[in-house]
């Protein structure tokens, strides 16, 4: 019995073992299989690291080749500055300290760039090391990204090969960057390589010194560029015919000359000790702002200073009242002039009724102001607007230069080139170079690169006097590149002369900016549509560009009404009445209490109005006498809505109801 029991437990251990043994097979497999898999896993992860790596230094190349970029600009900049030297015939020094290839290496050899790459390569200009550029220059940067990816496991080389240095637009230029590239992980998982990898900077010059204007003008400028340079026109009034365009300082015929004709004649022959020389003549706007009996009867020498082929003359003229086929027959007028405009000043004589509301904005032109006449038969436009003086212009802003592509074809006998670009500048050319334009045009596919600025006649004229060798010249065109090369430029019209200096444009640039001159008049028709909601259009009568429709909010119509009230010894108070309507015809509130300009005795001042219920503002004056001439105007400018304006009768208190 002992022995079968030994039998059996035999068998079973036999049987044990062969269940065992694919059980410990299987536990083998799948051991090996886990392995495998753990080890197929990290090869991923670390080639994903090494992918995301080269990534980020193909961004960080760009980033960094764009601040090299702006430094080596500041440091171009600065040895123009300090030598007085332009760059334009500088040659790129390959030596040791680029840490180059200089044999293989592709760089430009001459001119701005050429001097830009040095600095951004080698980290010297004149083969001399730059402080600036220290830890600022490519294999500087390599350097560091090597280490970097040691420190990650990675074996990194980096081969720039070539550099260009070329303009993006008028703004920015770019450092372009041509590198073989190998990196690879230490335990030989994975590895990148590629023959080209392409750095390209976007760096602004926005803020940089131009050097042009150092060696031209010795003047620090720096680069800003700006909106249209051109200021807002402010309407002071409109007529009913008139012709041509002119401006000046008005001088009025009642306050300034006399009102009568033998002051008139003396002011016009020059033999008053008010009048002014003949050439100053041409620079008045002659207002018209009284009856003057026979208006320019034959020997009276009135019509004289209405002759621009005269010696002595106006430079405008503008009346308040209209004249008559007789009277425009004796004054034989060839001077820009306006006529029926009503009464645009506050002398305290009425003359020729009330200015049209539709452009009259309650502001009155005074003895002395800066305006401009427009008068535009064809298209029925006859404006008179307030001015501005050649001090008020922006010399700091830059802007693209494109006048051979846009303007020069409105200048037939003109012919000029567009300004210098940020290298044309560097290297102290004072047009635009092929060179560069073929540059920005095969790289990027554009040509606007030219830029150009106005040049500050005021500062120019005060470092002469300190002793600096500049020119300056009354009659060049404003705009830098021209004026340094002598181009005559004509008044532009509604920039009064500041200081014995006028702001003075060339044809293309009068069209560029859309300013008349002396020489040339831009203004054409308002064209609807043309994409622009010009002087005259609104969206009533140009819906195309103004929009088609009241915009929601915005005041539709504004009526002003005045009374006299409170009588006290022939005295009494006016009341003005504003009511302010919706594009719908109800009654709407302002975003803020009006303002209402009031005249009378001669002055005029401006008072903030009550409401006093939906839509309605009031204003009441103090006690006036019964026989002062007053009235009041309002202009209501809601944000984003057409500017509306009203005004009452210039009338005598006795002479208004009872309110």
Not at 148 to 175: Q, S
Not at 199 to 207: E, K, L, P, R, V
Not at 325 to 333: K, T
Not at 584 to 592: C, F, K, Q, R, V
Request: a negative charge; glycine letters at 8%; aromatic letters at 10%.
């Amino acid at each position: 019995m002992v022995l079968i029991k030994s039998k059996r437990g035999f068998l079973f251990t036999i049987a044990t073992i062969i269940l065992i043994i694919p059980l410990i097979y299987l536990v083998s497999f799948y051991s090996g299989v886990s392995e495998t898999k753990m080890e197929d896993t990290i090869g991923r992860i670390r080639c994903d690291e090494l992918h995301y790596f080269v990534e980020d230094v193909r961004r960080d190349m760009e980033r960094a080749a764009t601040i090299f970029g702006r430094r080596a600009a500041v440091n171009a900049i600065e040895d123009v500055i300090q030598t007085g030297v332009p760059l334009k015939n500088y040659t790129f020094q390959c030596t040791p300290q680029c840490d180059v290839d200089c044999g293989k290496f592709i760089y430009p050899e001459n001119g701005s760039e050429a001097a830009i790459a040095e600095l951004v390569i080698c980290g010297t200009l004149h083969g001399k090391n730059v402080t600036n550029m220290l830890n600022n220059t490519l294999p500087e940067w390599i350097e560091r990204i090597t280490e970097e990816g040691e420190l990650m496991g990675f074996d990194v080389n980096i081969t720039p090969f070539e550099i260009k240095v070329v303009p993006r637009d008028a703004w920015h230029f770019a450092i372009i960057v041509e590198n073989n590239v190998r990196v690879s992980d230490r335990e030989g998982l994975c590895f990148y390589t590629e023959s080209i990898m392409t750095a390209i900077s976007n760096t602004s010059i926005i803020g940089l010194e131009d050097p042009l204007h150092l060696l031209e003008n010795k003047e620090r400028k720096y680069i800003l560029n700006c909106e249209d340079p051109v200021l807002p026109r402010t309407m002071a009034g409109c007529g009913v015919n008139g012709s041509g365009v002119g401006g000046g300082f008005v001088v009025l015929y009642r306050t300034d000359i006399g009102g009568n004709m033998a002051d008139y004649r003396a002011y016009c022959n020059g033999s008053s000790p008010d009048a002014p020389p003949t050439g100053d003549l041409q620079k008045q706007v002659f207002v018209l702002n009284d009856a003057i009996g026979a208006l320019c009867a034959p020997g009276s020498g009135m019509s004289e200073c209405f002759n621009a082929s005269m010696p002595r003359h106006f430079g405008a003229i503008i009346s308040y009242k209209d004249l008559t086929a007789g009277q425009m027959a004796n004054c034989q007028i060839t001077i820009p002039w306006i006529m029926g405009t009503g009464d645009l000043d506050d002398d305290g004589n009425p003359y020729g009724g009330d200015p049209d509301p539709e452009c009259f904005n309650g502001s009155f032109i005074e003895s002395g102001d800066c305006i401009m006449v427009l008068s535009v038969e064809a298209c029925d436009m006859y404006y008179v607007f307030f001015g501005y003086y050649s001090t008020d212009i922006n010399t700091s802003c830059y802007y693209v230069s494109d006048i051979e592509e846009y303007y020069n074809q409105e200048c037939p006998s003109v012919n000029l080139s567009n300004g210098p670009c940020f290298f044309d500048r560097l290297d102290g050319n004072l047009n635009l170079s092929e060179k560069y334009v073929k540059q920005a045009n095969e790289t990027f596919g554009t040509t606007s690169i030219g830029i150009e600025s106005f040049v500050d006649i005021y500062t120019l004229y005060n470092m002469k006097n300190l002793g600096y060798d500049v020119v300056v010249n009354s009659t060049y065109s404003w705009v830098d590149y021209l004026y340094w090369q002598n181009v005559t430029g004509c008044d532009v019209v509604g920039y009064c002369e500041a200081d014995n200096y006028s702001f003075n444009l060339d044809c293309p640039h009068a069209h560029k900016y859309n300013l008349d001159t002396s020489c040339d008049m831009v203004t054409s028709c308002p064209i609807c549509p043309n994409g622009k909601c010009e002087v005259g259009e609104n969206y009533v009568n140009c819906p195309e560009d103004c929009g088609d429709e009241c915009p929601a909010g915005c005041p539709g119509a504004v009526a002003l009404t005045d009374c006299k009230k409170d009588p006290s010894a022939n005295k009494y108070k006016v009341e003005y009445t504003l009511t302010v309507f919706n594009c719908t015809g109800d009654l709407m509130d302002l975003s803020a209490d009006p303002e209402i300009n009031v005249t009378s005795g001669g002055s005029s001042n401006i008072y903030t109005m009550n409401r006093v219920g939906l839509g309605n503002y009031t204003y009441t004056t103090g006690l006036l006498s019964k026989n002062d001439p007053i009235n009041g105007s309002v202009l209501i400018q809601e944000p984003g809505c057409l500017v509306l304006s009203n005004t009452s009768s210039y009338a005598r208190l006795n002479d208004m109801p009872d309110c």
